[in-house]
């Protein structure tokens, strides 16, 4: 872990990330302590502000109870701990005026290790520069440097690959924190324990008893004011090729030997590289329109008029190992969407018909937000004289059996592991790249690299996803179940 004097750089400062995500959770860790004791914070960015200008803004970002007089004077400590430079990303020199600042503050110290955390909250665009410019001007000589980046990494496999190899001739893969935000999820987090360390649950977690497995993610917006990053991008590239990939490998992969972050993530890149590319026929692709007074994808001034970009994908992956032969894993992904939610949904096999006929599927559902919680559905004798079976579910929604348990948010779960320089919740370098593999040529055909672009099919703003989504997933061995 990081000794107590440690630097936290916060590159692009001003940005939305460090707005609505980094500072937030910064404060969120030092309210409680997980910070290293003599923490400093330093924004940067391109925006000329004094400190008072930077420290309300800093302090807008921030939400606290009225009376909460506790975390009113904590967030006090933590701007009077937050300083700001202003400079360039491309400019060597900049980098200078942003070292002759941490070296100020680190004679304020006692002498002891110094470290410097390198946050980038940056548009892709100035990754490569960025890290170049700090390893040759800021790198601390006698104490840990960390670097901690955000998605996208590259379109492709092959950009993704090049920004890979430029950021490595400056950063060491140890050195290097790459962040899927879902990983700091709690519900996440909790799928190893989950899946390890209950025998109920992993003696029958394979294709003799699972028949499909979709991991869904719904938004109820869509893409205002982000509309120029989206359009570039889609909803492939900013949901499935990571998030939701990175929820597959957990509910797919082998027990890790340990808790080790090389362990747990040599075990998910065994499952990636068993996952063969996507297929055409297995992918759904749709864009929403104009409904209820609110606007069509197109309709949005940063998107160009004829976009076939996707906001909604269904996909179907498949792992080709002994385990998973055969099952099909539905990616599903969508803005503007009838509700926010996050759920995997494990639907196990039909019994066997005889006594029984036409009862539902028992299902495992571990919704991962918003009301985080997991429910078997299960079915159960129909009370009273008569012997007939329903689909009733065991449920266990955290709000009702952990009532005092604050959930902590994402990033403040990330920034504490890379304060204490754990991997395992990270994005390994191969891990990037076999997810690349598997996602490339689906996305070169969207954006008509093999002739025609595919058009998508259009649902309404607010709806459940395109009408064909229900026959893609029964395709795909999904039965409904009746208790929905
Ligand atoms: C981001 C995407 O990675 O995740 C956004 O770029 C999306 O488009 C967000 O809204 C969703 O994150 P969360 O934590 O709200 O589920």
Redesign the pocket.
Known sequence: ALTDNTIIVVLGASGDLAKKKTFPALFGLYKAGYLPRGVRIVGYARTKMDKDEYHKRQVSYIKIKDDDTKAQEQLKEFTDASTYVAGSYEDGAAFDELTKHLEEIEETYKGGQVNRVFYFALPPSVFIPVSKNLKEHCYAKDGDNRIIV??PFGKDLQSCRELISSIRQYWHEDETYRI???LG?EMVKNLLVLRFANIALSSAWDKNSISNVQIT?K?P?G?EG?GG??DE?G?IR??LQ??LLQVLTIIAMERPVSFAAEDIRDEKVRVLRAISPIEKKDTLLGQYVGANGKPGYRDDDSVPPQSNCPTFAATTLYINNPRWEGVPFILKAG?ALNE?K?EVRIQYKDVTQGIFKDISRDELVVR??PKESIYLKLNMKTPGLQMRAFPTEMDLTYQRRFEATNIPE?YESLIRDVMRGDHSNFVREDELDHAWKIFTPILHWIEGKDGQRPTPVSYPYGSRGPKELEKFVADRGYKRTTAE
């Open positions: 955000e998605k899927d935000h879902y999820k993610f938004e917006f893409t982000r990053y989206f991008f909803i900013d949901i990571n998030h803005k926010a996050v991962i937000q994402a």
